[in-house]
């Protein structure tokens, strides 16, 4: 079960991602990095953090104990429903009167001539958010009935849409372009959040779910959701603050800055949602039901499995990608307005991000552990540990490094992350899963891939 909804996310992931790739290619194309392409990514910052934060964080990670243990699911998700939107849309109101402010808050660095043209695209991106917070609810119910494929399969309309605005745009001027793609974001939120009623629908949970809302009650198990949540908020998204942190740090650099970090990573991104969150996302349910009801013994050896899946699929995409860099960048965006110095600066930049990837994705996996047996506070002061040591490392590799130090401190941060998260997780069960034999095969797999990817890389080098 774990493994077929692990191929499920993955293969869904992985369409999404690679529609990403092509939406990431025609914006590096028709944007390259400069002013109009910083503003855009800093409007479709906030909301695309909060995307992760829900959809791959908090949220799930607080929603799907509480609603395991409840008795009356329905009427617990309406009530969680209801409260949630409400104060979203207060939040978003806010944000379209204080968007100038709030965009200076994410750049801080940008003049007030940038700030004006940045803070329009803020006010219009933001409403993803509670389209996005819709698709969550909905996708977490779906998980707890072992349906993955909906919700790994519809991000694909987000970037369906964003591309489309893309293609309609070509040959128009770099400030209509950025408006057509943060109305390209709406569209692709409206789009999935239509697909997510239809599998409720199809799984017989529409209909008991508006029924509840007609009365919607408070129930016993929202207290400790709600607690749990607001842990988990900082808990489960350090990845997601390390990356808004860099973005407003970077606005201080020259323009293409914010740029370089973006498209950098996007593609750390693609092993991180591809292997971790998908792994996550797969093994969460199966770790929460069998604390529930089969015992801990059965609920840590799915977090083994996942662990060595994890760990050579992870080891492998980091010697892979740090030894490409160069060439995976020069791949995916150095056409039209991205020019080789744009190439050589965003690969540099991914490979500081990848040093993190095997840290930021086991201290993920081995985090659902604390989140299944409602231990979201933990989890959040870990977290808070090392996103103070981001904020450090931050400012002490910014000077000598710019774009590409904040990319190292992130990765750093990543790494105490996974040490305090090892920690809260047992020392002792960890060293139980770290057996010889395995060890053994993970360094034999990493030294033959080392071998053929050197191979790659001068077959393409001579290529170029």
């Not at 965009?103 to 958010?129: H, Q």
């Not at 974001?185 to 029924?211: D, S």
């Amino acid at each position: 079960m774990v493994i077929r909804s692990f191929f499920t996310n993955s293969i869904g992931i992985f369409v999404s991602r690679i529609l990403g790739f092509i939406r990431d290619i025609l914006t590096a194309s028709i944007l390259g990095a400069n002013l109009y392409s910083d503003i855009f990514f800093v409007a479709f910052k906030l909301p695309n953090l909060f995307r992760r934060i829900f959809a791959e964080g908090a949220f799930t990670q607080a929603f799907l104990p509480a609603f395991t243990k409840a008795t009356k699911k329905g009427l617990f998700a309406a009530s969680v429903f209801l409260k949630f939107s409400f104060f979203l849309l207060g939040l978003t109101l806010l944000v379209m009167v204080f968007a100038p402010w709030l965009t200076k808050l994410i750049a801080f660095g940008f003049d007030e001539a940038t700030i004006t043209l940045a803070a329009p695209l803020v006010r219009i991106n933001f409403w993803y958010l509670l389209l996005i917070y819709c698709v969550t609810l909905a996708a977490s119910m779906l998980h707890y009935r072992g349906h993955f494929a909906t919700t790994a399969f519809s991000t694909a309309l987000l970037n369906l849409a964003m591309i489309g605005a893309l293609l309609v745009s070509d040959s128009q001027n770099p400030h209509q372009v950025v408006w057509n793609l943060s109305f390209g974001v709406l569209l692709g939120g409206v789009l999935q959040a239509l697909t997510h009623l239809i599998a409720l629908k199809k799984f017989r949970l529409l209909k008991p779910f508006l029924g509840s809302m007609t009365r919607p009650k408070h129930t016993a198990t929202e207290p400790s959701f709600y607690r749990n949540f607001f842990h988990a908020v900082l808990g489960g998204s350090t990845a997601q603050l390390s990356a808004f942190l860099d973005t407003w740090l970077a606005s201080f650099l020259a323009f293409g800055s914010i740029s370089y970090l973006y498209y950098a990573n996007r593609v750390f991104q693609l092993p991180l949602a591809l292997f971790a969150i998908a792994l996550s996302v797969a093994i969460f349910p199966s770790i929460t039901k069998a604390l529930k009801r089969d015992g801990e013994a059965k609920a840590r050896l799915f977090l083994e499995k996942g662990f060595w899946m994890l760990c050579y699929l992870l080891c492998l995409a980091t010697l892979g990608g740090i030894m490409l860099a160069p060439e995976i960048t020069w791949l995916l965006f150095e056409r039209g307005s991205f020019v080789a110095q744009d190439t050589r600066n965003t690969a540099l930049v991914l490979q500081m991000y990848l040093i993190g990837l095997l840290p930021f994705g086991l201290a993920r996996l081995f985090s659902l552990w604390l989140y299944a047996n409602d231990l979201q506070a933990k989890a959040a002061k870990i977290s808070a540990i090392s996103l103070g040591t981001n904020v450090v490392f931050s400012l002490m590799l910014i000077g000598p490094f710019e774009a590409a130090g904040l990319a190292l401190a992130s990765s750093l941060s990543g790494l105490v992350l996974l040490v305090l998260t090892l920690h809260a997780y047992g020392a002792q069960a960890f060293l139980a899963i770290m057996r010889p034999q395995n060890i053994a095969g993970l360094a034999a797999m990493l030294l033959v891939s080392s071998v053929l990817i050197w191979a790659i890389k001068e077959s393409v080098r001579g290529y170029l």
